[in-house]
């Protein structure tokens, strides 16, 4: 069965830093996603891209936030400079519908 | 904005008895609904869905899920849990305006033996 697979699967960074969280969706999907869940706390929707461009993207999703479909099959979030806040488990999914997405096992990211 | 709502942030069942999980969404027009579990230190897998049509739906592991419109509501329930059930569950809606999923604040479920 087709999966969304994330890597790195845990990525420790110092605050400042710039990281990119990888991401390989579901091959026929056309709709990419990244959420977010901070410790405790909700899951909570980032950008949505389709078609080689931001479809939505919320409060969150800053100009520190970037994302990028680089070839055919990766989707990446970059975060330029890293806060201590970002600490989180990030969540990417895609779906060939915008509303039924599958999720892969998240990259948790530490802020130090 | 639409919201998600989960009563209950920690619900024990024991082995064999009925999992109810609430869920009830705040929305002028009815969003697709979504329960997923997250088991430990794993992602997001979709247990069902309800978006148009009949109301009862059946999912993966067991699970079902009553759509109720009047009710706002969208519950999970197994008429028999068993251990490996033992897990977070979040209630999700979907809405084509926001073109995002909006999550409830989880469940964690224990099942004692």
């Known amino acids: 069965e087709p999966e969304v697979t994330q890597t790195p699967s845990h990525q420790v960074t110092q605050m400042g830093q710039e990281v990119i969280l990888r991401c390989v969706p579901i091959s026929n999907h056309l709709y990419f996603y990244w959420y977010r869940q901070i410790l405790g706390q909700k899951v909570e929707f980032l950008v949505s891209f389709y078609n080689n461009e931001i479809s939505e993207k919320s409060e969150i999703f800053d100009d520190q936030f970037s994302v990028e479909r680089p070839d055919g099959s990766n989707f990446t979030l970059k975060i330029r400079s890293t806060k201590l806040e970002d600490s989180a488990m990030y969540f990417c999914?895609?779906?060939?519908?915008?509303?039924?997405?599958?999720f892969g096992p998240g990259t948790r990211l530490t802020v130090l | 904005a639409q919201s998600v709502t989960q009563l209950g942030s920690h619900v024990s069942v024991s082995e064999g008895a009925l999992v109810l999980l609430r869920c009830n969404y705040s929305?002028?027009?009815?969003?697709?609904l979504f329960w997923y579990v997250q088991y430990p230190n794993q992602g997001l897998q979709l247990l069902l869905k309800?978006?148009?049509?009949?109301?009862l739906v059946k999912g993966i592991n067991g699970f079902e899920a009553e759509f109720k419109k009047s009710e706002t509501s969208f519950h999970l329930t197994k008429p028999s849990a068993h251990m490996s059930d033992a897990a977070e569950y979040f209630c999700a809606a979907y809405s084509g305006s926001a073109r995002q999923l909006t999550f409830g604040s989880g469940t964690q479920l224990t099942v004692l033996p």
């Open positions: 309800y978006t148009t049509g009949a109301t």
């Open positions: 999914a895609s779906s060939e519908w915008p509303d039924t997405q599958y």
């Open positions: 929305s002028s027009v009815p969003p697709y």
